[in-house]
């Protein structure tokens, strides 16, 4: 199984050869998150600057709670959606690294609206039993987090919808013997991909306040706009890494 670095490598170049998961990252992960962040700053602002009285700012916090459930869905279910488009797309790595076939935006969208709902329950689902298992024991828990964690690329790969613990179990067989492989990778590559955007983020947000302090909400855009596409490119080293799994699988099974 190739290293981690080599991993990303594959992963970047499949990237630079698939423009529309730039379009899946910026409309799906970060304008709704962005949108969001913009709206609260402008609400801050506007009450830091006394334009707005105290009782209204009572009514405001009420209404605030009332749009607080809806938005949180909305949010949910564009990542969710994001999720499953970057999945499409990074599937073709499965069948080969080279990328050359693309797809549309639309095209990609309306493929993946069938997994949304899907994937969030199974998602719900892992976490939850993740979770059970922390509680219990942290290592079992942390085992079987890496061993579920190819659930949604499994589902995508196969083209079927599927709910409950069928897809976490068909992750766990094909994960079970590499689990310690796995789980250094999927660490070396979350450190190589958040550890800088993380830095980036903090550098980007010190030294804007650093000029003014009102720049704090453009820092806060920005770093949505980092978190947005680190998010999407590690999917696709996760799927990057499942494709060296299934391949290795493929020469266990040929060599028996």
């Known amino acids: 199984m190739n290293s981690p670095f080599a991993i990303i490598g594959i992963a970047w170049s499949f990237y630079r050869k698939q423009p529309v998961l730039n379009l899946i990252a910026f409309w799906l992960f970060f304008f709704p998150v962005a949108l969001l962040d913009t709206m609260t700053g402008i609400v801050s602002t506007v009450s830091a600057q006394g334009v707005i009285t105290i009782d209204?700012?009572?009514?405001?916090?009420?209404?605030?709670?009332?749009?607080?459930i809806p938005v949180a869905i909305v949010l949910i279910y564009l990542m969710v959606w994001g999720q499953a488009c970057t999945l499409i797309i990074a599937k073709k790595m499965i069948n080969s690294s080279a990328g050359r076939a693309r797809s549309s935006f639309k095209a990609v969208r309306n493929q993946a609206k069938k997994y949304i709902i899907p994937l969030f329950f199974v998602g719900i689902l892992r976490s939850a039993t993740t979770l059970l298992w922390m509680l219990l024991l942290i290592i079992p828990g942390v085992i079987y987090a890496v061993r579920t964690a190819f659930f949604d690329i499994m589902m995508i790969d196969s083209g079927k919808v599927v709910y409950g613990r069928t897809v976490l179990t068909k992750s766990t067989d094909l994960v079970k013997g590499h689990t310690g492989e796995i789980f250094w990778r999927l660490i070396a590559i979350g450190a190589c991909i958040f550890i800088p955007a993380s830095i980036a983020t903090l550098s980007i947000e010190f030294g804007l306040t650093r000029i003014d302090e009102r720049l704090i909400d453009l820092a806060v855009i920005l770093?949505?706009?980092?978190?947005?596409?680190?998010?999407?490119?590690?999917?696709?080293?996760?799927?990057?890494?499942?494709?060296?799994?299934?391949?290795l699988q493929i020469k266990t099974v040929t060599k028996k």
Do not use: H, P, Q, R
């Open 223 to 247: 770093g949505d706009g980092i978190e947005a596409y680190t998010g999407m490119f590690f999917i696709v080293c996760t799927v990057a890494l499942y494709a060296e799994l299934k391949k």
């Open 56 to 68: 209204e700012m009572k009514s405001m916090s009420t209404m605030e709670i009332a749009i607080t």
